[in-house]
């Protein structure tokens, strides 16, 4: 599974054109990965959210104590992680400061 | 029609409605027995036609006959008559003479049904075709073999198999219910998809066969379009795909059965009437929320319909292969999906991209990458066109890459 992290800057406002932009990037990237038959799924989280804490505590937001937050997920197909980071590469999170945190995915039931 | 024609046509376009009307009465168990009734109607009709001449109204006379051999079977038959019989008995409601309701209505009916019945997933895709070919559509034994490029004897065994199958599945012809519905019509789509593919991309040379099958899926599909529980969205965007499709059927192929490249595909030849059907059903597909592979596929043809060339248009192919991709994988998408991202991005992104294809075994991975450096690297394109050369199987293909390695040499 890709992770994909970056820290949000409040100041940028983007314009519609920069979005539409943006959307290619990503559908692209990802398109580039389905096309070598090695995409399962992939999800972009919203912007709200809410964080359960102990004691069911309720808290705003998804963030965390550090900036960063996780913009979505991508999970591929890889022999390894070494494979699995080749496909990273190219990600448009890259491009604007985040990093792609690449992790694998246990099997549970056998 | 000379009667000569006129058998056979007949047996295209009512045996399939004579068979699902008597399956309806005898339970799909015995759909080989309404099979043999309508044979033996067919032969009567070969046999008294030549000797006494055609009947005012042919149809109506084979639908009479085949009710008199029914009820001739079922008093012959004690076997028959004690095990099925007593079900027969309960719908017809203690009459002496067996009922059967020739209405348009029942018989649509009748075979919506038998197509569920048939597109069953516990049944073997092949031989899922093959039932479809033969029940829905009324294919010959031989047509069949020719389709499938294969011998009767197989096609006998694959369809006694099929039909073993669905008698110990022992399904009532019924609709699928509402929980269901949507997945027992993916599968479906699904070999309708296959009957089509059958007939546009097969290798037989047999040119009117193909068509055939092309139209026999549309027609099928449309029976789903026609009743309410199955007039889905993504229902209209395989049929809109299909259209899309046939639309370029006489340009596609030359009269000797070479496949034409869509690049030097005469336009004139495009059916515009079945384009405007195209585009119908596509906005019908519109409808809802869900995007299938349909929509996806039928969206692109879409843009290879227009004869107009739109400046965006391979940036909109690209965007819906990548989606395409996404939902489903398969080497030609991804093929595709790469020529459109260097007509989008750039021949170098687009060799880019090819190259972590890696299909090396495919001919037509070859043909892209030959077509792709052919604008940068002339050698290298070459030596590819000589691969695919190598890989393709058919005579055709060898004809249509000769043809571009031909052009390669003429920039040299």
Same mark, same amino acid.
Request: with cysteine; net charge neutral.
């Given at each position: 599974?890709?992770?994909f992290?970056?820290?949000?800057?409040?100041?940028?406002?983007?314009?519609?054109?920069?979005?539409?932009?943006?959307?290619?990037q990503?559908? $692209?990237?990802? !398109?580039?990965?389905?096309?070598?038959?090695?995409?399962?799924?992939?999800?972009?989280?919203?912007?709200e959210?809410?964080?359960?804490k102990?004691n069911?505590?309720?808290?705003?937001?998804?963030?965390?104590?550090?900036?960063?937050?996780? !913009?979505?997920?991508?999970?591929?197909?890889?022999?390894?992680?070494e494979?699995?980071?080749g496909?990273?590469? !190219?990600?448009?999170?890259?491009a604007?400061?985040?990093?792609?945190?690449?992790? $694998?995915?246990?099997?549970? $039931?056998? | 029609?000379?009667?000569?024609?006129?058998?056979?046509?007949?047996f295209?376009?009512?045996?399939s409605?004579?068979?699902?009307?008597?399956?309806?009465?005898?339970?799909?168990?015995?759909?080989?027995?309404?099979?043999?009734?309508?044979?033996?109607?067919?032969?009567?009709?070969?046999?008294?036609?030549?000797?006494e001449?055609? %009947?005012?109204?042919p149809?109506?006379?084979?639908?009479?006959?085949?009710?008199?051999?029914?009820?001739?079977?079922?008093?012959?038959?004690?076997?028959? =008559?004690h095990?099925?019989?007593?079900?027969?008995?309960a719908?017809?409601?203690e009459?002496?003479?067996?009922?059967?309701?020739?209405?348009?209505?029942?018989?649509?009916?009748?075979?919506l049904k038998?197509?569920?019945?048939?597109?069953?997933p516990?049944?073997?895709e092949?031989?899922?075709?093959?039932l479809?070919?033969?029940?829905?559509?009324?294919?010959?034994?031989?047509?069949?073999?020719l389709?499938?490029?294969?011998?009767?004897?197989?096609?006998?065994?694959?369809?006694?198999?099929?039909?073993?199958?669905?008698r =110990?599945?022992?399904?009532?012809?019924?609709?699928p219910?509402?929980?269901?519905?949507?997945?027992?019509l993916?599968?479906?789509?699904r070999?309708?998809?296959? +009957?089509?593919?059958?007939?546009?991309?097969?290798?037989?040379?047999?040119?009117?066969?193909?068509?055939?099958?092309?139209?026999?899926?549309?027609?099928?599909?449309?029976?789903?379009?026609?009743?309410?529980? @199955?007039?889905? %969205?993504?229902?209209?965007?395989?049929?809109?795909?299909?259209?899309?499709?046939?639309?370029?059927?006489?340009?596609?192929?030359?009269?000797?059965?070479?496949?034409?490249l869509?690049?030097d595909?005469?336009?004139s030849?495009?059916?515009?009437?079945?384009?405007?059907?195209?585009?119908?059903?596509?906005?019908?597909?519109?409808?809802?929320?869900v995007?299938?592979?349909?929509?996806?596929e039928?969206?692109?043809?879409?843009?290879?319909?227009t004869?107009q060339?739109?400046?965006?248009?391979?940036?909109h192919?690209?965007? +819906?292969?990548?989606?395409?991709?996404?939902?489903?994988?398969?080497p030609?998408?991804?093929?595709?999906?790469?020529?459109?991202?260097?007509?989008?991005?750039?021949?170098?992104?687009g060799?880019?991209?090819?190259?972590?294809?890696?299909?090396?075994?495919?001919?037509?991975?070859?043909?892209?990458?030959?077509?792709?450096?052919?604008?940068v690297?002339?050698?290298?394109?070459?030596?590819h066109?000589? +691969?695919?050369?190598?890989?393709?199987?058919?005579?055709a293909?060898?004809?249509?890459?000769?043809?571009?390695?031909?052009?390669?040499? @003429?920039?040299?």
């Open positions: 599974m890709m992770i992290r970056h820290i949000p800057n409040p100041d940028i406002e983007r314009t519609p054109e920069q979005i539409q932009a943006s959307i290619k990503w559908q $692209d990237w990802m !398109g580039g990965i389905a096309a070598q038959g090695k995409f399962v799924s992939a999800n972009q989280l919203g912007f959210g809410k964080t359960l102990p069911k505590v309720v808290t705003d937001g998804p963030y965390a104590e550090i900036k960063e937050i996780i !913009g979505g997920y991508l999970i591929v197909k890889a022999n390894n992680l494979e699995a980071l496909l990273a590469e !190219g990600c448009p999170v890259l604007f400061g985040g990093h792609v945190e690449v992790r $694998d995915i246990m099997v549970l $039931d056998h | 029609m000379p009667n000569k024609e006129l058998i056979p046509h007949l295209r376009t009512e045996s409605k004579i068979i699902a009307v008597l399956t309806k009465v005898f339970g799909l168990a015995h759909v080989a027995l309404a099979e043999d009734i309508v044979s033996d109607t067919f032969l009567t009709a070969t046999e008294k036609w030549a000797s001449g055609l %009947p005012d109204n149809t109506a006379w084979l639908y009479a006959v085949a009710k008199n051999k029914t009820r001739d079977f079922l008093r012959r038959d004690q076997h028959f =008559s095990t099925i019989a007593p079900t027969v008995k719908q017809q409601s009459m002496e003479e067996i009922q059967l309701d020739w209405s348009e209505k029942n018989i649509t009916d009748s075979q038998m197509m569920f019945a048939i597109c069953h516990d049944i073997p092949e031989a899922q075709v093959g479809a070919l033969r029940i829905l559509c009324g294919f010959g034994i031989e047509e069949i073999a389709a499938f490029l294969t011998s009767k004897a197989v096609i006998n065994k694959r369809l006694y198999r099929a039909k073993e199958k669905l =110990s599945l022992a399904l009532p012809m019924e609709l219910s509402p929980p269901e519905m949507d997945k027992r993916e599968n479906v789509l070999i309708l998809y296959l +009957l089509f593919n059958e007939g546009y991309y097969s290798q037989t040379k047999h040119l009117p066969l193909r068509k055939e099958l092309c139209l026999e899926a549309m027609r099928l599909n449309y029976l789903l379009i026609e009743h309410e529980r @199955t007039n889905k %969205p993504f229902v209209n965007a395989l049929l809109s795909l299909m259209c899309f499709h046939a639309s370029r059927f006489e340009a596609r192929m030359s009269k000797v059965g070479e496949i034409i869509y690049d595909q005469d336009r030849l495009w059916d515009d009437d079945l384009i405007a059907k195209a585009n119908h059903f596509l906005i019908e597909s519109a409808k809802g929320d995007i299938t592979k349909y929509h996806l039928a969206s692109i043809a879409y843009w290879h319909a004869k060339q739109a400046t965006d248009k391979w940036e192919i690209l965007q +819906l292969y990548n989606r395409l991709l996404q939902i489903e994988y398969s030609i998408a991804a093929l595709n999906r790469t020529y459109a991202l260097a007509q989008a991005n750039g021949v170098k992104k060799i880019q991209a090819a190259e972590k294809l890696a299909l090396v075994e495919a001919y037509s991975y070859h043909l892209l990458l030959g077509n792709l450096y052919s604008s690297a002339i050698d290298k394109a070459k030596s066109y000589r +691969l695919a050369q190598q890989l393709a199987k058919s005579e293909e060898k004809k249509t890459i000769a043809e571009y390695l031909r052009r390669m040499e @003429t920039i040299d």
